[in-house]
């Protein structure tokens, strides 16, 4: 728990340091992209810090490309 506070308090802070710069500049659509990445990269640092198994990204590309393989296969009877 102690880990993803901290990942959260540091992520605020980034945010904190650079967000104001943009919103000067009014480059909301950068703002909007720095905080959706900000947000993924807190993400997976939690993810990361509480040290909990996950997945294997093949899963994701099975799931994907499997339909693909069963058109193949019944277009071409293999």
Known sequence: MKALIAVLCI????AIKDLPGLYRKHRFKDMVVYIVMLAFGAWFSTIAAQAKETSSPLILIEIIYKPVNNLFSHLFNL
């Open 11 to 14: 992520a605020l802070l980034i």
